[in-house]
């Protein structure tokens, strides 16, 4: 028995082992290859099975260059177990591993990051990673001379150059076809995907150069819609989370996931789009004035955003928070974690319901003195864990899928759990709009609630957000985005409200339109502000 236990192979036969299992570990770079190639004539049969064979050819001169004794088999065993991972959430999500992608890693809170955690995920790891890193540990590698070792190194290198080099020769237009035309393909092949991402994730995050603040809108100051009234402006942004656009009735849904909005005389807009498909693009850039073509996370992460000229101009702003964090965009701004009130019946392990967001809030509108804008940022729609996003009496359509490995409910009950979130966002926007509503003798108000980027429900294998912009699917890009006017702040800003229904339903926006909408809604006079992005200016009577 022990025996058995005892592997042992020499310095070549451990680099050829290592070239294979990293070549099967790519089972889902090749089976996609595959499918796109078609395999209808002899020589696509050809191309596709070259593809393996290119694959274990470049792996082999990349564990013939770097697998030095001592570091061979540790590199190998953390390899492998990073491999795992990712192909997990590859394979179950249909996501692509990115420098985004490891943003969402690196920047999730603990609540987030264990609705990830499954038996299934667990029971990946383990046998995808743990026990073929374990194995790799237990191989016993026979020395042999120094230079018997390089030598024989250098002419597996040689061998399988020459082998890339000719099947390169005969299929060189079919792969530079394959890669040009399929987008991401060349993101599933792993661990480089997840490495490079890290590198990438690192360098923007901690190697960017200067980080000192740019300062901009310093000029800001209140226009006189602001100084001349006698009542004050006070403006509350929901930021919503992983909502789509697709699945609210009052954007043409088939079902009524919106009952208590369609009875508030909103603006909706139909053709909304997000900046990015994660939390941690798309608020930093929503609040930053930079349109997405020259979106830089790095250059948001160190520059004010339109809350700092909104405070410049002597505008009150609040941040209540109840969705992991404002991704920098409220650093400078006063600021309110909601699950730290660990409310009872709202709140639970760290994660809140979005009720919270309403908790007290009747105080800090009626607590107001200067004019002000209030930013709910809510859990909303927040996957994989749906089902528990929503308190009971929300769950109107079933059967729901009451698990957070979701790509194992059936469409319809993933898609019923989905729904029931839209109806407790359409619930909570609502009654922000009532509590609204009810202080028109004292302020003018108004409402704008959008969410920062889409979702996936299955289609086209896809669960979940975070794909690369260019390759997302619509369902990932299409947004909520809508507003709600008092009559006292319509009249005051001299907004045809008729108007504004009129252009929404045709009118293509997007998170590039917030940054200036927010400063045209509170008459803030700056020289950032860009009236052609302004959502309300079109509409303005006077």
Known sequence: MRSLLKLRCNDMQFNLLCATLFTLVNALFIERSWRVIGMQTPREWVFAASVPVVLFSAWLIIFSAINLPLLRKPLAMLLIIGCAAANYFMYSYGVVIDTNMMVNVFETNQQEAMALVTPKLVMWLILGGVVPALL????????????YSLLVRGLSILGAIVLILLIASVFYKDYASLFRNTNGIAKLVTPPNYISAIGNYSKDRWFSGDKTLTRIGEDAKKGPLLTQSAKKTVVVLVVG????AQNYSLGGYARETNPQLKKQDVVWFNNATSCGTETAVSVPCMFSNMTRENYSANTARYTEGVLDVLKHAGINVLWRENDGGC??????VNFTDMTRWQLKDMCKNGSCLDDAELYRLDNVLDGLQRDSVIVLHIMGSHGPAYYQRYPAQFRRFTPTCDTNQ??????Q???NT???TILYTDDIVSRTIDKLRARQGQMNTALVYLSDHGESLGESGMYLHGTPRM???QEQIRIP??????????NQFSLDKTCMKKEAASREISHDNLFDTLLGMMDVKTNVYRPKLDLTRSCRTA
């Open 327 to 332: 991704k920098g965009a409220c650093n400078r």
């Open 241 to 244: 989370e992983t909502s789509r």
């Open 413 to 415: 009950s993933l898609t």
């Open 418 to 420: 989905y729904d029931n």
């Open 471 to 473: 390759l997302a699917p």
């Open 406 to 411: 979701i790509e194992d409910c059936d469409r």
């Open 481 to 490: 985005f809508l507003f709600w006017l008092s009559d006292g702040y319509a």
């Open 136 to 147: 790799i540990g237990a191989i016993t590698i026979t020395p042999a001379k120094w230079w």
